[in-house]
Antibody, heavy 119, light 112 residues
Framework: QGQLVQSGAEVKKPGASVKVSCKASGFTFTTYYMHWVRQAPGQGLEWVGWINPKTGDTNYAQKFQGRITMTRDTSINTAYMELTSLISDDTAVYYC????????????WGQGTLVTVSS | DIVMTQTPLSLSVTPGQPASISCKSSQSLLHSGGKTYLYWYLQRPGQSPHLLMYEVSNRVSGVPDRFSGSGSGTDFTLKISRVEAEDVGVYYCMQSIQLPLTFGGGTKVEIK
């Protein structure tokens, strides 16, 4: 089955960076991919990218290239997403979600982390 | 990028009545291996999304059989045979045949 527990809400100023964590439990962390999906207030879902926790390989949506870094710490079964040069449009709930492959369905999802970018 | 278009934007349904949501993709979601990479998620108010259906028509364990998925190629449908109060929320389709993974804009289901 499995569970994903994310870090708490963040408030950041424009230009700053944010790092969100996603701790996995109940399954073998390195046998799945971890995706990040974001949802701006009142909006739909937007895929950000994935990391393969076993190899550290990543794949990012083009719009985030250069600003996004996904990492993992296999010793504590935790994935991280860092977004730099924040702008107000980055204000969103960021979800981590597990998949079997980089191209398969997401199940389960984390509870979400609200990142607010405001001066 | 593959564009996923959902209709309608919203639905108001009397309990016990059926509901249907359409999802159209700008490219075929049929993989050469024979699987179709189309999924459905439900996001209840204030909650994270959760998976309802994978590869068009496979219900996730625990999803009531009043939910069914159908379609092929670029046209897909999620049907609820008899809507219940717990079905309210926003339904999203998603494709994974090509990166970037993309979602439909969502269909909000409300109870009359």
């Amino acid at each position: 089955q499995g569970q994903l527990v994310q870090s708490g809400a963040e408030v950041k100023k424009p230009g700053a960076s944010v790092k969100v964590s996603c701790k996995a439990s109940g399954f073998t962390f390195t046998t799945y991919y971890m995706h990040w999906v974001r949802q701006a207030p009142g909006q739909g879902l937007e895929w950000v990218g994935w990391i393969n926790p076993k190899t550290g390989d990543t794949n990012y949506a083009q719009k985030f290239q250069g600003r996004i870094t996904m990492t993992r710490d296999t010793s504590i079964n935790t994935a991280y997403m860092e977004l730099t040069s924040l702008i107000s449009d980055d204000t969103a709930v960021y979800y981590c979600a597990r998949s079997i492959f980089g191209w398969s369905w997401f199940d389960p999802w984390g509870q979400g982390t609200l990142v607010t970018v405001s001066s | 990028d593959i564009v996923m278009t959902q209709t309608p934007l919203s639905l108001s349904v009397t309990p016990g009545q059926p509901a249907s949501i359409s999802c159209k993709s700008s490219q075929s979601l049929l993989h050469s291996g024979g699987k179709t990479y189309l999924y459905w998620y439900l996001q209840r108010p204030g909650q994270s999304p959760h998976l309802l259906m994978y590869e068009v028509s496979n219900r996730v364990s625990g999803v009531p059989d009043r939910f069914s998925g159908s379609g092929s190629g670029t046209d897909f449908t999620l049907k609820i045979s008899r809507v219940e109060a717990e079905d309210v929320g926003v339904y999203y389709c998603m494709q994974s045949i090509q990166l970037p993974l993309t979602f439909g804009g969502g269909t909000k289901v409300e109870i009359k």
